[in-house]
């Protein structure tokens, strides 16, 4: 059996709120071993270092998602330290900037965005990164903090993907790469992304991938998706399965600092 990196996902959501336990095992009896809980504000972080530690392969993220800049403040800041050092957290997190929605303000989520990689870099941890139309802010941030990171969700074309690779990042690439009307600039950007640098996520519940079929209940999706992600990531990248599977979770647990287990 292959043995799959989901690096996201999002256990906290309230779609998850009734089986989360059952979510996760269900996909690491297909395969999906590892997983990465996702933690995008101080609540969040809480429940995915409680999940990870129930859940023998997960380990959890700690960190805050631009949305919720707002709320970033000293207090914060010296919560997501201390919930950083436990034997969980593998990465400072999500954190980023957004532009898209705007539901905190620029000022705002370049404050809480450099706070982070602050705290990343005290602690001798990578970065799980976010960014929403904000390529050229997010970009002179990340060239001022240089560090380990992953781009996670990337759907951006071969210039942004270039960008990012020139800065030793790592790109994440969602069920998104399965969506015919959205994905072309992604498709290209596959064609300059080396499979070294190449990590798979599937951003669950959201983004279903399009092309599974049946589709799931409430269309929601979970990290029993991964391997259908892979599949259609194999054939687009002209990879054998178990290459790309293979070279996308050791760049995970390697990133991560996690063991085969």
């Known amino acids: 059996m292959l043995r799959y990196f989901d690096i996201c996902v999002n256990i906290d959501s309230p779609q998850f709120q009734e089986d989360a336990a059952e979510v996760i095992s269900a996909a690491q009896a297909i395969g ?8 995008s504000s101080i609540e969040s972080t809480k429940v995915a270092i409680r ?3 129930q859940h023998k392969g997960c380990i959890a993220t700690c960190g805050i998602h631009p949305h ?16 950083s050092e ?8 999500e954190c980023g900037l957004d532009y898209n929605r705007m539901y905190s303000t620029k000022e705002d989520q370049i404050i809480c965005f450099e706070g982070q990689l602050e705290l990343a870099k005290r602690r001798s941890l990578p970065v799980f990164l976010h960014e929403r139309d904000a390529h050229l802010d997010f970009l002179d941030i990340i060239r001022q903090h240089p560090g380990k990171g992953v781009v996670h969700c990337f759907t951006g074309g071969p210039s942004q993907a270039k960008a990012y690779l020139d800065c030793g990042l790592f790109i994440g690439v969602t069920g998104w790469v399965c969506d015919e009307r959205r994905n072309q600039d992604l498709l290209e950007a596959l064609k300059v ?6 990590m798979i996520e599937t951003d669950a519940p959201w983004l279903t991938p399009r092309t599974y079929r049946p589709r799931p209940k409430k269309n929601r999706n979970t990290p029993a998706l991964l391997p259908h992600i892979a599949e259609f990531l194999s054939i687009r990248m002209r990879t054998p399965l178990e290459e790309l599977v293979h070279q996308t979770t050791q ?9 085969p287990e």
Do not use: C, W
Request: charged content about 20%.
């Open 86 to 93: 436990d034997t969980k957290v593998r990465a400072i997190g």
């Open 251 to 259: 760049n995970a647990l390697s990133f991560f600092g996690q063991s």
């Open 193 to 198: 992304i080396p499979l070294e640098r190449l």
């Open 51 to 53: 999940m990870a530690h």
């Open 32 to 39: 999906v071993h590892h997983i990465a809980l996702t933690g």
């Open 68 to 83: 919720d800049a707002k709320n970033y403040s000293v207090e914060a800041k010296n919560t997501l330290y201390e919930l």
